[in-house]
């Protein structure tokens, strides 16, 4: 990708640009006299700056391959796939960029410049551009591919003409610039990696961080390599070239300027006009539509998580038999932290205790302040015999030692992986963590989703953690009323170390949507549909 001279191999220290006329194998274009001189006063400080633009533009493109992957993962979920996508591709692409960059090393300067516009341009506006077309056009897939395609060819053509830059300050070994050049590439994909997650997501949010990234590149790559080497273009190129910086930076301004809008418009083109609440936390997107006095709808990651008059069946199914089969004083909620599931739980009347542990506190915080949402719960969340966590269920769980908590009742109110989700929340693993925290007698009840294979391999999984499984459904979706034609019913598992029965408590109100002879009934005909030959369970490290 460097271009070497024919001959003898360079000495530390000897300038490039001596003014000989071009050797065998020589693509720069000399530097005037005046500019050559002036390296040569400061050679160290121009190298210097190099490295420092090298490190900066590393940190952006890394920031620019956090924010695809994460955007990917918020509005499709399955961040395998999406991870998967967008780092082949990227990588792919930077090769394919290194191999194009040869043909610009001539004039490096002018090239690295119109590069790193073209990075923080593309790179800046990205966020908002794959969530407009995921909002109108619906072809999220294909230009996230072209996108990361397009910013990956761009980072892939930094190195060969940041190689050249310091090869035209003073020539050197090529193995001892190359470290260098490396070091502060990788050191500052370091930084941007880091920067990611505890600064710009939770300053700025995507769209802005985006930006922000973007403004930075284009200063600190074209503006310091135009600085260091104004001389190398012509003046009337070196004009449009600081033209066109300035150009990047006043249409980064007015995206940002105007992202608000825009996001604004796409979530309305999605979710129609009574948008209520809508934010990009640290880990989802959440979206609340319709009036205060309901029907409320609540979105999670674009995903329909909450219908308000269909809400009830899915809340009811997973809680009630659960709470019936035995002692119910102390309650453990992993999910549910919209307070749907600990407003059935409140209900019966023996409960003493809940703890709800939920990764997202924005999340529990909306179904506490919102009017609507919290009169959909009951406002469950404020009853003081309710305790929320903000924590990884799967990570609070590891942290729990089993002599120091015990529960009754463990309800895992986390949709299923044929539903959207995560996987990890529903592997054998995380049902062994859940089983210790049992207390004599517990029982575990889970959401098994829609799809009857899903429903055999969470139960493989329960069965692998050492607990007895009653299957048991209930019919229409919770956001049947919602999406028209959808009224499929949904799966669920009751679980124990002892064979639980299946019955409802006459110390709660008696549930809209279930009745003893309809959930013995719906057991009944599951069990005599199980598969001779259960499909595995899902772990952690297996097939998924």
Request: net charge positive.
């Amino acid at each position: 990708m460097i271009n070497h001279p024919a001959g003898p191999p360079a000495q530390p220290g000897l300038d490039l640009d001596d003014g000989s006329p071009p050797r065998l194998g020589r693509s720069l274009t000399p530097l005037p006299a005046r500019r050559r001189a002036r390296l040569r006063a400061r050679p160290r400080l121009a190298r210097l700056a190099v490295l420092l633009a090298a490190f900066v533009c590393a940190a952006c493109g890394l920031v620019y391959e956090l924010e695809l992957v994460a955007l990917g993962s918020y509005l499709l979920g399955d961040s395998v796939t999406q991870t998967s996508v967008v780092l082949s591709v990227m990588v792919f692409a930077m090769g394919l960029g290194s191999l194009l960059a040869k043909r610009f090393t001539r004039r490096p300067a002018t090239a690295f410049a119109l590069v790193e516009c073209a990075l923080a341009l593309t790179g800046g506006l990205s966020v908002l551009a794959l969530y407009s077309c995921w909002a109108w056009i619906g072809r999220y897939q294909a230009a996230m591919v072209g996108l990361t395609c397009l910013i990956g060819i761009l980072i892939g053509a930094e190195i060969p003409l940041l190689m050249t830059l310091i090869q035209r300050i003073r020539r050197e070994d090529a193995g001892r610039a190359a470290a260098d050049l490396f070091a502060a590439d990788y050191v500052g994909a370091l930084i941007g990696g880091l920067a990611f997650p505890f600064l710009i997501l939770p300053a700025f949010g995507q769209g802005t961080g985006a930006l922000v990234t973007g403004a930075v590149n284009a200063v600190a790559g074209a503006a310091v390599v135009l600085w260091l080497f104004r001389e190398e273009p012509a003046p009337r190129v070196r004009a449009l070239l600081w033209g066109g910086c300035a150009l990047v930076l006043a249409v980064l301004a007015a995206a940002a300027a105007w992202s608000g809008a825009v996001e604004r418009a796409a979530r309305h083109a999605l979710y129609g006009a009574q948008v209520r609440f809508a934010a990009h936390s640290r880990y989802q997107e959440i979206v609340l539509t319709g009036p205060a006095e309901g029907p409320l709808r609540l979105y999670r990651d674009g995903r329909l998580a909450v219908c308000g008059p269909d809400e009830y069946r899915g809340s009811e199914a997973l809680v009630h038999p659960a709470m019936a089969a035995g002692p119910d004083a102390r309650v453990l909620v992993l999910g549910g932290g919209d307070g749907l599931a600990a407003r059935e739980v409140l209900r019966h009347g023996g409960v003493r205790s809940v703890l709800l542990v939920d990764l997202d506190p924005a999340l529990t915080r909306l179904a506490r302040t919102d009017p609507g949402l919290a009169a959909l719960s009951g406002r469950s969340l404020d009853d003081p015999r309710v305790r929320t966590v903000a924590a990884d269920p799967l990570e609070w769980l590891r942290g729990v030692r089993p002599g120091d908590r015990a529960f009754d009742v463990v309800l895992a109110d986390l949709p299923a992986p044929s539903d959207g989700g995560t996987v990890k929340f529903h592997s054998q693993e995380f049902y062994g963590l859940a089983t210790r925290l049992l207390s004599p007698g517990g029982r575990l009840a889970v959401r098994a989703g829609s799809d009857e294979h899903g429903l055999w391999q969470v139960e493989s999984g329960l069965r692998a953690a050492g607990l007895r499984t009653v299957p048991y459904a209930v019919q229409g979706s919770p956001t049947a009323s919602c999406v028209p034609g959808r009224d499929d019913g949904q799966d669920f598992l009751l679980a124990a170390a002892a064979q639980p029965p299946l019955t409802l408590s006459p110390d709660a109100p008696p549930p809209r949507a279930l009745s003893s002879d309809a959930l013995r009934a719906s057991s009944a005909r599951l069990t005599a549909r199980r598969p001779a030959r259960p499909p595995a369970a899902l772990t952690l490290l297996g097939p998924h």
